[in-house]
């Protein structure tokens, strides 16, 4: 079992950043793929970016490409969302997730832990 707690979302206006954390606990963290969702009002839940177990291989959506990136520190337990150049169509809830295998993935279902999300707030 893994439990996952996102923190980090907050109100800022376009063009700012914001850096989104997620801190895992309850198994040892160094093999499984991480990945980050988000969802709008209104919206299906969609996939944001997603990193390996050890860092070496990640994958974006392509609007988020050049200005997201994903990281993690398996020694903290934890995986980063730096978010740059935010648009007011970055507003959504943001889901930090875990699936049980090493390699990356982009879809929702092939992650089995998720956490309770944090929200931004991108104003124009």
């Known amino acids: 079992q893994v439990q996952l707690v996102e923190s980090g979302g907050g109100l800022v206006q376009a063009g700012e950043s ?3 954390s997620c801190v895992a606990s309850g198994r040892a963290f160094s093999s499984p793929a991480m990945g980050w969702f988000r969802q709008a009002p209104g919206k299906e839940r969609e996939f944001v970016s997603t ?3 050890s860092g070496g291989t990640t994958n974006y959506a392509d609007s988020v ?4 990136t994903i990281s993690r520190d398996n020694a903290k337990n934890t995986v980063y ?3 740059n150049s935010l648009k007011p169509e970055d507003t959504a809830v943001y889901y930090c997730a875990a699936r049980s295998e090493f390699v990356v993935s982009t879809k929702t ?4 832990y998720w956490g309770q999300g944090t929200r931004v707030t991108v104003s124009s």
Not at 109 to 112: G, K, L, T
């Open 51 to 53: 990193i390996n177990g």
């Open 18 to 20: 914001l850096r989104l």
């Open 81 to 83: 969302l730096q978010m």
């Open 109 to 112: 279902r092939e992650y089995a």
């Open 65 to 68: 490409k050049g200005r997201f």
